[in-house]
């Protein structure tokens, strides 16, 4: 079963803008990641925040997680064309590492 | 640094027959996942190896679908029968370990099946 769901499941915004992705989870984890995939090509990694963690930085991404709520949020800062893809979250449900993802989000900067 | 590669990268088959996928991880990785990937949505997780030893394969539809990791490194995925529905991209990803974060994926196999 997949373990985590993204909000928006699409998202349009002008270059220049922030955007914001959410994503909630239903059990324990150790940590949560967000990836990146181009239309075509594998994920990449973004950023990783443990569940000890409540906020990390990463050039233009800011990661916040809220274990209590069960939810994290990824902003991307003065957004770019580039920027355009889909965004996942993945959180490992065993602790195990072994990352489930969610539906993801389709960011689409326009220039 | 090599990244994970994978092949076929394309392959087309009639329902009912088979297929295989293989992956070669970066060296010195030790978890090794396969992931199905349908259009539209996220990856779903097959299989997670660690070294040579199946960490969990839950998803794994075991009555078609099998997987192996020969020595710790190399891994095949392979379909038989194939369904329709398997239509996907197959995603093979490495990290350092459990625990240990961030996964490396491959380009994937996209599997058509008419």
């Known amino acids: 079963s997949q373990q985590g769901e993204e909000d928006p499941q699409a998202l349009s915004i002008q270059e220049g803008e922030n955007a914001t992705m959410n994503c909630s989870y239903k059990?324990?984890?150790?940590?949560l990641q967000w990836y990146r995939q181009n239309s075509g090509r594998g994920l990449v990694h973004l950023i990783l925040i443990r569940s000890n963690e409540r906020e990390k930085h990463s050039g233009r991404l800011r990661v916040t997680l809220d274990t209590s709520k069960k939810s994290s949020s990824l902003l991307i800062t003065a957004s770019r064309a580039a920027d355009t893809a889909s965004y996942f979250c993945?959180?490992?449900?065993?602790?195990?590492?072994?990352?489930?993802f969610g539906a993801g989000t389709r960011l689409t900067v326009k220039p | 640094e090599a990244g994970v590669a994978q092949s076929p990268r394309y392959k087309i088959i009639e329902k009912r027959q088979s297929v295989a996928f293989w992956c070669n991880p970066i060296s010195g990785h030790a978890t090794l996942y396969w992931y199905q990937q349908i259009l539209g949505q996220g990856p779903k997780l097959l299989i997670q190896f660690q070294n040579n030893g199946v960490v969990d394969d839950s998803q794994l539809p075991k009555d078609r679908f099998s997987a192996e990791r020969l020595k710790g490194v190399d891994s095949t995925l392979k379909i038989q029968p194939a369904k329709l529905e398997d239509s996907a991209v197959y995603l093979c990803a490495d990290g350092q370990g459990a625990n240990t974060g961030e996964l490396f994926f491959g380009e994937g196999s996209r599997l058509t099946v008419l």
């Open positions: 993945a959180t490992d449900a065993r602790g195990n590492n072994d990352m489930r």
């Open positions: 059990t324990s984890i150790n940590n």
